[in-house]
Structures are given as C-alpha cells and as structure tokens.
C-alpha cells in the first residue's frame, strides 16, 4: 500500500539566498519594480529578514532597482496609456510604498497641456455616450467622471469650461 502524500503537510522547499539574488536580478533586468514589491518577493520565498536587506541593497548599488526610475516611468505609462490623472498615479505609488518626494518629481515631470487635453479628450468621450439630458446633472456626472479618472477638480473644471459649447449649460 502506497503512503498517503498530503499537500498540506509537504513543505515546500526554501529559496537560498543566491538563487533569490539571481531571480530578482533577471526580474529587474527585464521591468521596473518597485522596492516593495521585491521585498514582498522575497518575503514569499521565505528569505530571510537578514538576507532580505542585502539583496536589495546589492540591487539597489548595481542599478537593477530604484525607486525612483521606477516612480516616472510608472507615472508616465499609467498616464499615457491607461489615462489616469495625478491623484491617481499618485496612490498607487503610495500603495507601493514610494517617497513622497519621489512621487512628486515623477508626477511633475507630466506635461501640463498634455494633462488638460487627455482630461478634456475623456470628458468628451464620456459625453459622447451620456444619455442625460439635465445639464446640471451632465456636469455632476462629468465631474465625478474626472475626478474618479485621478484628475483634480481644477483641471476638470478648466476640461470643462473648454467642453462649455458642447454642454447645454
């Protein structure tokens, strides 16, 4: 008779630490990440505390991880290609556990006339496909609609003082 194997009493082998080293260094040569989101990598490896530290500082010295890097170059492609405004852009990286200061220089290097048309852009294509007809009611729903996106109340509203022909206001 063959021995009952349970999954849950197998436990899974440990990651050393060189082989953690060598896995996040691939991984950082091929994307951008964030420092907690390596430190929560190797958490799930089961490295420890100790060798957790060194890792990253080795990637941190050898330009495989920066924080910094990372923050612009998330800020950027989160605006370009998913249209997400500054407030938005900006919990996410708090999320991921970036500076503050950090966050401000990625978010300050968005151009500001870029930033007002792709809110003005979004807020004519909602429009496009409202079916309200109250005005007030269009611009309450307009203003969630930016606001919600990660834009701020004054770059909505300047959105849509330039929408005001189009607005039966």
Not at 28 to 53: F, G, H, M, V
Not at 71 to 78: E, G, P, T, W
Not at 109 to 133: G, I, M, N, P
Request: charge should be positive; charged fraction near 30%; hydrophobic fraction near 35%.
């Amino acid at each position: 008779m063959k021995p009952e194997h349970n999954s849950q009493q197998e436990k899974k082998p440990v990651m050393d630490a060189q082989k953690a080293l060598n896995a996040t260094a691939a991984l950082c040569s091929k994307k951008e990440y964030a420092t907690a989101d390596i430190r929560r990598k190797l958490a799930n490896w089961e490295i420890s505390p100790e060798d957790q530290e060194k890792i990253i500082d080795f990637l941190q010295k050898n330009k495989f991880l920066d924080d910094s890097r990372f923050a612009r170059f998330y800020a950027r492609d989160k605006f370009r290609f998913n249209k997400w405004g500054k407030q938005k852009i900006a919990v996410s990286l708090r999320q991921k556990q970036i500076d503050s200061n950090v966050i401000a220089e990625a978010l300050n290097q968005l151009e500001t006339s870029d930033y007002t048309d792709t809110c003005l852009h979004l807020l004519q294509q909602k429009l496009k496909h409202s079916k309200e007809t109250d005005p007030i009611k269009q611009k309450a729903k307009l203003i969630r609609f930016g606001i919600g996106r990660g834009f701020n109340y004054e770059t909505v509203l300047q959105a849509l003082d330039r929408l005001s022909g189009k607005l039966s206001l």
